[in-house]
């Protein structure tokens, strides 16, 4: 692979499978990339409803983030939503503008309007009101220099009338997209707020506005092996410190929502979000040998950006006839964005060993054309879900869709691609006794695909959208009065694009992701909560001669088992103190195309507490985890071949003040 091949395809790592891998290190050092306005008694453990994924506050547990479920990503195939409503985010969303997310799947999507394949990351926005503290302090500090505060308040401006939500925080961060890592820190500054103006009690109108700057990333190094190895491990930081990236996100929007009538409703919102990386880098170590020596590759970029405007507008009615309710939803919602990106430069900077950090000189680089490349996505459909009051819950919808995409690449001609496909789902859910629920639902979808990157030998060219279609079905059991066992069975299809022999990024076969999961959450004792879940199966990859063109039968990146155990215990004797427990398990993973190399089996610990108290009379806690407690310095590896590493352990902290 040359150099220019590896940092395109670099940019596709910091997605779902990359950060899963460290998702609780990772969700935990969140704090110093994004704090947010957090009441003093939240509680993921505690609050969840189910084991597939839970965002509050600074924490996330749980088998599936907005990156990863069931081995694809919700975010690259466009299901984002905020408080329910359509939202193609390309910046990140910081938590001066929301509380957290919940993932969508399975028997959670049951009565849910137009569901999708890859499952529902669903955005929580800031609460307000009576409840909600006027303000909230976070002071966060943790292992590899980390430390940040961040200042989050509610202004009543017209008391309850109109309600101004805002915050700001600053972090000193070591939480980059591939890991935390000794030395690899940015400085991230943000600022949001979500004003809210409820005239009367039908309508309610939201604003958001959201803003993080984060500069003097620093660049973590990628590894490419010469053949089917793992590399050598290293230790400490080897990156230049040179290479320092910087990047902008922002989101701004609006939601509107109105009760037209006694049986119909109005939910409208329309939302821009940015993403703008004008100074970026790559550290790429190839053709690594077994003994760490490699070809050092730097790579600079110029300015990469995408920004896309996305909207929702949706008429719900509401009808009732003795124990059955019938709802009624028209939907229109759609997106345009345009990103720009290529024209990168890869430098040669000689031979080195992989862990020896050797410091270059900052190459003068000579960046090229950028691609730009325009997609439109707009549909319109309707649903309709039928409720058995305590005994059913049946949901059919149906969409039609228009797709279009123009590429236009540097040196060629304009491409173009169109699909109008008609999307359609049904789910059920039956009660068949007091403690036991039964579900189903069978899905449609269609995702954006992008195009082959410019270090590919059909640089440019439009990779076919994908569409998609997802089957799964469960049970729901109520174990005790306060604790839930979900089991289901799932599959998945749709295209799997990656780079062939020849680095000709196209169609390899079909992903087929079948798979069983289980979760359990609640309370086992009134001071014991916990939440558990297992999810084992296979993505495999089907098409004719795959082993001829190098191809293996599991996808890049996709362990066959994961599972993660949470639990909380609050000391009897002493109220105010409870300690947790997490435990993360991912097996051993393919990590190049053929199959012929995998990374270890890995199980990381996690153990912690919280204490809480007052301070001037307000509600407070003070949250310590000590991260990776067993030590899991390993190899890692995307969902494209590559491999950086994972370092640990760390310790993590924070104070959070209601006031």
């Known amino acids: 692979m040359s150099g220019e091949e590896a940092c395109e395809s670099m940019t596709q790592w910091c997605d779902a499978k990359v950060a899963m891998i460290g998702s609780t290190l990772l969700t935990a050092a969140s704090a110093f990339t994004a704090a947010n306005a957090q009441h003093a008694s939240d509680n993921p453990v505690a609050s969840a409803d189910d084991a597939f994924g839970l965002t509050l506050g600074l924490e996330s547990i749980g088998l599936y983030f907005a990156g990863d479920v069931r081995g694809f990503s919700p975010e690259v195939a466009g299901n984002v939503r905020i408080d329910g409503l359509y939202f193609d985010q390309q910046g990140a969303l910081s938590n001066r503008v929301v509380e957290g997310s919940t993932i969508r799947i399975g028997v959670s999507e049951i009565g849910y309007a137009f569901p999708a394949p890859t499952g529902i990351v669903d955005y929580d926005l800031r609460h307000t009101g009576k409840d909600t503290p006027n303000a909230t302090v976070v002071a966060s500090a943790g292992a590899f220099e980390a430390r940040g505060l961040s200042i989050d308040g509610k202004v009543d401006l017209l008391s309850d009338e109109l309600q101004m939500p805002m915050g700001a925080s600053y972090q000193i961060s070591t939480a980059t997209n591939l890991g935390v890592n000794r030395g690899y820190t940015s400085r991230v500054g943000g600022f949001g707020a979500t004003p809210k103006w409820t005239p009367n009690d039908r309508v309610t109108v939201r604003a958001i506005i959201d803003w993080q700057q984060t500069i003097h990333a620093k660049t973590l ?90 909207g929702e507008a949706r008429l719900t009615g509401r009808f009732s006839t003795g124990l059955w309710r019938h709802d009624i939803v028209f939907l229109a919602r759609g997106r345009d964005t345009l990103a720009r990106y290529g024209g990168s430069d890869a430098v040669d900077v000689g031979p080195a060993l992989i862990g020896q950090g050797l410091q270059v000189p900052q190459p003068l680089f000579s960046h090229s054309a950028r691609t730009n490349d325009r997609t439109e996505l707009w549909s319109a459909g309707s649903a309709y879900r039928a409720q058995w009051q305590g005994r059913a819950d049946l949901s059919l919808g149906i969409q039609q869709e228009s797709y279009n995409k123009v590429v236009t690449s540097p040196g060629a001609s304009e491409a173009r691609f169109t699909d109008q496909p008609l999307r359609a789902y049904a789910t059920a859910a039956l009660t068949l006794t007091e403690t036991l629920t039964a579900y189903g639902g069978y899905t449609q979808g269609l995702e954006d695909s992008g195009t082959a990157p410019p270090g590919a030998e059909n640089r440019g060219a439009i990779l076919p959208a994908a569409r998609t279609w997802q089957v799964d079905a469960g049970i729901r059991y109520l174990l005790m009065p306060q604790l839930k066992l979900i089991a289901g069975v799932f599959e998945i299809q749709k295209p799997y694009f990656n780079l062939d022999d020849g680095a000709i990024d196209r169609e390899l076969g079909v992903q087929r992701a079948k798979g069983v999961e289980v979760s359990v959450s609640g309370e086992l004792s009134k001071q014991l909560s916990v939440t558990a879940g297992v999810l084992t199966g296979q993505v495999r990859i089907i098409g004719p001669d795959l082993l001829a063109q190098g191809v293996g039968s599991s996808a890049v990146g996709q362990p066959r088992l994961l599972f993660q155990i949470n639990a909380d215990y609050r000391i009897p004797s002493w109220s105010a103190l409870s300690v947790d427990l997490s435990v993360l398990h991912f097996g051993a993973t393919p990590a190049v195309v053929n199959n012929a190399v995998y990374t270890q089996a890995q199980t990381q610990v996690n153990i912690g507490g919280r204490y809480k108290f007052t301070v001037a009379g307000h509600p407070a806690t003070l949250r310590v985890s000590f991260q990776d407690v067993n030590r899991s310095d390993v190899w890692l590896i995307g969902n494209n071949p590559g491999f950086f590493q994972f370092q640990g352990p760390a310790l993590l902290g924070y104070l959070t003040a209601d006031f």
């Not at 109105?258 to 409208?268: H, K, N, V």
């Not at 940015?274 to 040998?289: C, E, G, H, M, R």
């Open 221 to 310: 190094p990628l590894v490419f092996t010469a053949g089917d190895f793992l590399p050598p491990l290293v230790k400490g930081y080897v990156g230049q410190n040179w290479a320092e990236g910087r990047s902008r996100s922002e989101n701004y929007g609006g939601i509107t929502t109105a009760q037209l009538s006694q049986r119909w409703s109005l939910a409208a919102g329309i939302f821009r979000s940015i993403a703008d990386n004008p100074v970026s880098y790559s550290d790429l170590y190839l053709d690594t040998q077994r003994n760490g020596m490699a070809e050092h590759f730097v790579v600079g970029y110029p300015d990469q950006s995408v920004a896309s405007t996305s």
